[in-house]
């Protein structure tokens, strides 16, 4: 590659910012030096220096050009001026007339009102603002993207500078201090539920680069091809352990990991930055930087997942350009670890020995989130979006995560650690009994049998319906693995994934529902406006009877994937009768083509739908000659059933589904079912939880859906309950006005010893 002169100047100033840090004086004098250095190269008349402080104050530090008497004197606010934009936005900022722009905000003191343009640059290290670096002429001058990359590779050395405790001290970063022995409990999302007690272990990686600018561009170059050549061979050990080399989707995770390693555009740039006169280190960390800011910006919730891949993939390469390939010793850490990190790639945590690690807590996160899935699958407790945790917890702090409640607590009291311990003992008690029912059929006492489903969307899911003793998948979510992918499924792949949860579901029947994208749970790769009240909105099969190529491709991939077995597909979010005419109408015509073509059809075919929406509810009669089965999704029948918002905290528990209407409407749609020969199950979370399931069998529900971990508890219940004589029992409390039936229901278990 011929080397531009740009890139010629862009080393010989590194080279001269080198010397001065390593030369004499003190951290102020060589700071003042390396301006007065930049704005000579740089053929400006200002260099500034900013330095952010405790409290989210940028203070001018060193200085050339402006009124000497400024530095230390000048602080500005994040966002306040232009550089209070730039450290806000973590980008740059090039302008010709600065005082024109909106943000821009004279200071007196720096007689800076003589200059009329301005490029700057934010000092980043591990990917957070630390100060910002510009600088400015009298001219209005042009600033091209090389004089802006120039600033940005040295803001790198300056960094390191800052970074050396030299100029400011660690106290004086610190904004708040002497709270962090006290006891503190944070709320988050539940990504995957269960208790765990355990120690604190922060990942962190801190990498030292000793040496920023190279001597030789070439011999950097082939250090990154061989520790690039490392890494992808350490990835794929990974790959090839025991635990992850059975299919799942944390599998597909690992291997789409392996893809991001091979980035072509990724590579390049790094290239790019060694050929600026950085070391391969160096260049490895200022494309972390870039791609962090760069990401962060998105708005789009997959995009901004796939970040933590690449930083991973950036932490790891340093470690083997290091010589330290080993990110955590097997041997490392206490024996409980509790782990706590802003964010992970999957292979991270990987890292860490799997008997050791008990619970995950992310300050980020989704339920999307690669390390989340790969989490679910190791069976460890994880909870997201935790607030500030990495500013509050400290390695070796006791710690008890409680996922099904979304919450952590660091440093409890004895007293509250001795009642967690209390309640986890019990918890293994009750797995341990759960465990014993494998096999035994969920039957009443008075010999009703009950048929236990799993909720399901990842192939994971599937191994755990079998694990569980499942009856089979009573909602499959087709709409995650389109979540998931980074562009839009063809029929090939789709009929690939179907045709897999077929064959790993051991004969056991598989309810898929049809795509329930649109609102709330939007695709990476497709445009979609949530509108003001997502869950209302343009969602499941209104977009689907919009855009019908989209079902129709996903039907000829379930015809196909069915492979002439039984298919059993639902339509989620019915309003009208007149929806699921249509749809069953496209169904069936891919019926007749895939005939036609003279592909197996399915051996059975059942339709049925989703019954979320209440106006379905007063169409029931002409619905029951049309379908073969309804499920009740009573998680959005419920919302719409009460007008509140279950997304709203304000409005998560004012109404209880063990209400008299709630139980009215649900005890309704079994009748009219029972009489019109259909079957009818539930799929939403009531039906996981133990006295809530009590009641629906109460009421006449058979077939029940849930999370996976509910089987057990639910299928407990069932074996204990004679239904006879709850159903009496109801009967009467449905004459009742009162907010909440729950308590008498509880009443109820406890005098007839039902477990719940």
């Known amino acids: 590659m011929a080397r531009s002169p740009n890139m010629s100047g862009s080393r010989r100033l590194?080279?001269?910012?080198?010397?001065?840090?390593?030369?004499?004086?003190?951290?102020?004098?060589?700071?003042?030096?390396?301006?007065?250095?930049?704005?000579?190269d740089l053929v400006a008349e200002v260099c500034s220096i900013y330095v952010l402080r405790a409290g989210e104050v940028l203070e001018l530090f060193a200085n050339t050009g402006l009124t000497p008497e400024a530095v230390h004197l000048t602080r500005l606010n994040i966002g306040e001026g232009l550089i209070g934009v730039i450290a806000q936005r973590a980008r740059p900022l090039a302008l010709t007339n600065l005082q024109d722009h909106p943000a821009y905000a004279y200071r007196p003191e720096t007689g800076e009102e003589r200059y009329h343009s301005l490029a700057g640059v934010p000092i980043l290290r591990d990917g957070r603002v630390t100060g910002v670096l510009a600088i400015q002429n009298r001219t209005q001058r042009q600033y091209t993207e090389e004089e802006l990359e120039t600033l940005e590779t040295i803001a790198m050395v300056v960094a390191e500078l800052i970074a050396g405790g030299e100029l400011i001290t660690s106290d004086e970063l610190q904004a708040i201090e002497g709270l962090t022995m006290?006891?503190?409990?944070?709320?988050?999302?539940?990504?995957?539920?269960?208790?765990?007690?355990?120690?604190?272990?922060?990942?962190?990686?801190?990498?030292?680069?000793?040496?920023?600018?190279?001597?030789?561009?070439?011999?950097?170059?082939?250090?990154?091809?061989?520790?690039?050549?490392?890494?992808?061979?350490?990835?794929?050990?990974?790959?090839?352990?025991?635990?992850?080399?059975?299919?799942?989707?944390?599998?597909e995770i690992l291997e789409t990991y392996r893809m991001f390693a091979e980035d072509a555009g990724w590579l390049a740039r790094i290239h790019e930055a060694i050929e600026t006169g950085l070391t391969a280190e160096a260049a490895v960390i200022k494309v972390r930087n870039d791609t962090r800011v760069r990401f962060r910006q998105q708005t789009d919730p997959y995009l901004r997942e796939r970040l933590h891949d690449f930083e991973d993939l950036a932490n790891r390469l340093l470690m083997h350009l290091a010589g330290d390939p080993d990110p955590a010793p097997k041997?490392?850490?206490?024996?409980?670890?509790?782990?706590?990190?802003?964010?992970?790639?999957?292979?991270?945590?990987?890292?860490?020995?799997?008997?050791h690690l008990k619970g995950l807590v992310l300050e980020e996160g989704s339920a999307t989130t690669h390390v989340a899935i790969v989490a679910k699958a190791l069976d460890i407790p994880v909870i997201g979006r935790a607030g500030d945790v990495m500013g509050v917890v400290e390695n070796n702090d006791r710690v008890v995560l409680d996922g099904d409640n979304a919450e952590v607590h660091i440093r409890p009291s004895e007293e509250a650690l001795q009642s967690f311990a209390d309640t986890l003992n019990q918890r293994q008690q009750r797995i341990a009994a759960y465990s014993s029912l494998l096999d035994v059929p969920a039957e009443t006492k008075d010999g009703l049998r009950m048929s236990l489903n799993i909720n399901a969307g990842l192939f994971v899911d599937v191994?755990?319906?079998?694990?569980?003793?499942?009856?089979?998948?009573?909602?499959?979510?087709?709409?995650?693995?389109?979540?998931?992918?980074?562009?839009?499924?063809?029929?090939?792949?789709?009929?690939?994934l179907y045709k897999r949860i077929i064959d790993q579901s051991a004969g056991k029947p598989v309810i898929f529902r049809t795509l329930d994208v649109g609102g709330d749970k939007g695709l990476p790769y497709w445009k979609m406006?949530?509108?003001?009240?997502?869950?209302?909105?343009?969602?499941?099969?209104?977009?689907?009877?919009?855009?019908?190529?989209?079902?129709?491709?996903?039907?000829?991939?379930?015809?196909?994937?069915?492979?002439?077995?039984?298919?059993?597909?639902?339509?989620?979010?019915?309003?009208?009768?007149?929806?699921?005419?249509?749809?069953?109408?496209?169904?069936?015509?891919?019926?007749?083509?895939?005939?036609?073509?003279?592909?197996?059809?399915?051996?059975?075919?059942?339709?049925?739908?989703?019954?979320?929406?209440?106006?379905?509810?007063?169409?029931?009669?002409?619905?029951?000659?049309?379908?073969?089965f309804v499920s009740v999704g009573s998680n959005d029948l419920f919302q719409f059933l009460f007008a509140s918002d279950r997304g709203n905290p304000l409005l998560a528990d004012r109404y209880d589904p063990l209400s008299p209407p709630a139980l009215t409407l649900l005890g309704d749609l079994v009748r009219q079912c029972d009489d019109a020969g259909i079957p009818i199950s539930l799929c939403g979370e009531i039906a996981g939880r133990p006295l809530d399931a009590m009641a629906l069998v109460g009421l006449g529900f058979r077939n029940l859906s849930m999370a996976p971990s509910s089987i057990g508890p639910v299928k407990a219940m069932v074996r204990s309950l004679s239904v006879s004589d709850l159903k009496r029992y109801l009967d009467t409390l449905l004459q009742s006005h009162e907010h909440s039936l729950r308590e008498k229901l509880r009443e109820f278990a406890v005098d007839h010893g039902v477990i719940i």
């Open 14 to 40: 590194l080279a001269r910012v080198r010397d001065t840090m390593a030369g004499a004086g003190t951290a102020q004098e060589r700071l003042d030096r390396i301006a007065t250095t930049i704005a000579a």
């Open 182 to 251: 006290l006891p503190v409990s944070i709320e988050g999302v539940r990504l995957n539920g269960g208790l765990a007690i355990g120690t604190a272990l922060r990942h962190e990686r801190r990498i030292s680069i000793d040496k920023l600018v190279a001597e030789d561009t070439d011999e950097e170059k082939r250090r990154f091809v061989g520790a690039l050549g490392e890494m992808h061979g350490a990835i794929d050990k990974m790959l090839a352990a025991s635990d992850m080399a059975s299919g799942g989707e944390h599998r």
């Open 331 to 355: 041997s490392a850490g206490p024996a409980d670890i509790i782990l706590f990190a802003r964010n992970m790639g999957p292979a991270e945590l990987l890292d860490y020995d799997r008997s």
């Open 463 to 496: 191994q755990n319906m079998l694990d569980t003793g499942a009856d089979g998948i009573g909602l499959y979510r087709t709409e995650i693995p389109f979540m998931e992918s980074s562009d839009f499924p063809d029929v090939d792949r789709q009929a690939e």
């Open 529 to 628: 406006d949530e509108g003001e009240n997502p869950a209302m909105g343009w969602r499941a099969v209104r977009v689907a009877l919009d855009r019908p190529v989209l079902l129709r491709h996903q039907f000829r991939a379930l015809i196909r994937a069915a492979d002439g077995r039984d298919l059993k597909i639902m339509f989620p979010m019915i309003t009208e009768v007149a929806e699921f005419d249509a749809l069953r109408d496209i169904l069936m015509r891919e019926m007749r083509t895939a005939e036609k073509r003279g592909r197996k059809l399915p051996g059975a075919l059942q339709v049925g739908t989703m019954l979320e929406v209440p106006a379905l509810a007063f169409q029931m009669k002409s619905l029951l000659q049309r379908v073969d």
